[in-house]
Each structure stands twice: as structure tokens, then as C-alpha cells.
């Protein structure tokens, strides 16, 4: 069975920090390109960071560049997002995706959400 369970989030005052993880199950986790996403109330749900399979590539949203890193664990089938500096602007859910691309075949899987709430 296939599953993506994030977690991590939590209350944070802004300039704080928090990193979310997200384990996978059912996969062959080192063959998935694995993303972050995140929705914020009345907006649409956008691309935060992504991470190419071996992990040596990585690519960035402009909001999430020089104050987010993402990483991920092959040994442990966990994708990690490390946030620093949080703004109030950064409250959302954040949602983990794992990409499979198969014999030409793409299968996007999508985990429950973690809530991050950045506010004094």
C-alpha cells in the first residue's frame, strides 16, 4: 500500500524554525523525484521545493530560496524540509508528493498535509 505520512508541524513565532518530515511506504522510495507543496486559505496549492531521486538536485520556489532546504534520507524512505527564518506569510498546510515515473507512466501520490502556523 502506497502512503505518505508528513509531520513536524506545528505553532511557531516568526524568524523560528521548523522541519518537517515525510515518510514513505510502499514505494521504492530512491527511484521518486519527491516534493513539497503548500496551500494557505483561499489559495492555491503551489510548489515549495523538490528533490530528484539520488538527491543531488533540488529546486526551489523564490519564497523558499536561501531560508529552506530540502533533503532526503534514501536508507530511511523519508524527505525532510528544513525551515528557518519562518514568516507569517509561510502558514499553510504543507503537503508531501512523491513522483513515479514508470515505463513512461507518471503516478503523483500525495500525503495528508502537516499544518504550519507561523504567528506571534
Known amino acids: 500500500q502506497v502512503q505518505l505520512v508528513e509531520s513536524g508541524g506545528g505553532l511557531v513565532q516568526p524568524g523560528g524554525s521548523l522541519r518537517l518530515s515525510c515518510s514513505a511506504s510502499?514505494?521504492?522510495?530512491?527511484?521518486?523525484?519527491m516534493s513539497w507543496y503548500r496551500q494557505a486559505p483561499g489559495k492555491e496549492r503551489e510548489l515549495v521545493a523538490d528533490?530528484?531521486?539520488?538527491?543531488?538536485?533540488?529546486n526551489y520556489a523564490n519564497s523558499a530560496k536561501g531560508r529552506f532546504t530540502i533533503s532526503r534520507d534514501n536508507t530511511k524512505n523519508t524527505v525532510y524540509l528544513q525551515m528557518n527564518s519562518l514568516k507569517p506569510e509561510d502558514t499553510a498546510v504543507y503537503y508531501c508528493k512523491a513522483r513515479s515515473v514508470w515505463l513512461g507512466v507518471t503516478n503523483d501520490y500525495w500525503g495528508q498535509g502537516t499544518q504550519v502556523t507561523v504567528s506571534s
Open positions: 510502499g514505494f521504492t522510495f530512491s527511484r521518486l523525484t
Open positions: 528533490i530528484r531521486s539520488s538527491g543531488d538536485s533540488t
